[in-house]
């Protein structure tokens, strides 16, 4: 697919909202009561579930959110605001809001007249 930058898998998209929680140290609080100071142990390095947006028009919006459902559990590679993010796992894809029908489409990325909104719940799934 060419002339866009947004998809998770092979899944291409008008548009993706929404920011990546990239993975990082994890750390959790480890102070004792009445010792002085604080204390904290590394946990692991990994990144929290986030949301990410989409948008796409379709010219079958059910067999759409089909393919969607079963990418859940899918690791995939994701390209959004001119990066490129690996090893993220599909938690949760679903329908965002109505479907909305378009008379007369011009641009998008399948010619189709429905636009789907949808909603992806991703997270880091290491290397």
């Not at 899944?11 to 009445?34: A, C, H, K, V």
């Not at 393919?67 to 995939?76: R, T």
């Not at 590679?77 to 599909?90: A, E, F, R, S």
Request: hydrophobic share 30%; net charge negative.
């Amino acid at each position: 697919m060419t002339g866009t930058t947004e998809s998770i898998g092979d899944t291409f998209f008008i548009r993706l909202e929404g920011d990546i929680d990239p993975p990082g140290m994890q750390t959790t609080d480890i102070t004792r009561p009445g010792v002085d100071g604080r204390a904290f142990r590394q946990d692991a390095y990994r990144g929290n579930p986030f949301d990410l947006q989409g948008i796409v028009d379709t010219d079958d919006p059910t067999d759409l959110l089909n393919a969607y459902g079963s990418m859940k559990g899918s690791i995939v590679t994701i390209q959004h605001g001119g990066g490129t993010y690996t090893n993220y796992l599909v938690i949760d894809a679903k329908p965002d809001g109505a479907r909305q029908y378009v008379a007369n489409p011009i641009g998008g990325i399948n010619g189709g007249h429905w636009i789907v909104k949808s909603v992806w719940t991703l997270c880091y799934a290491g290397t």
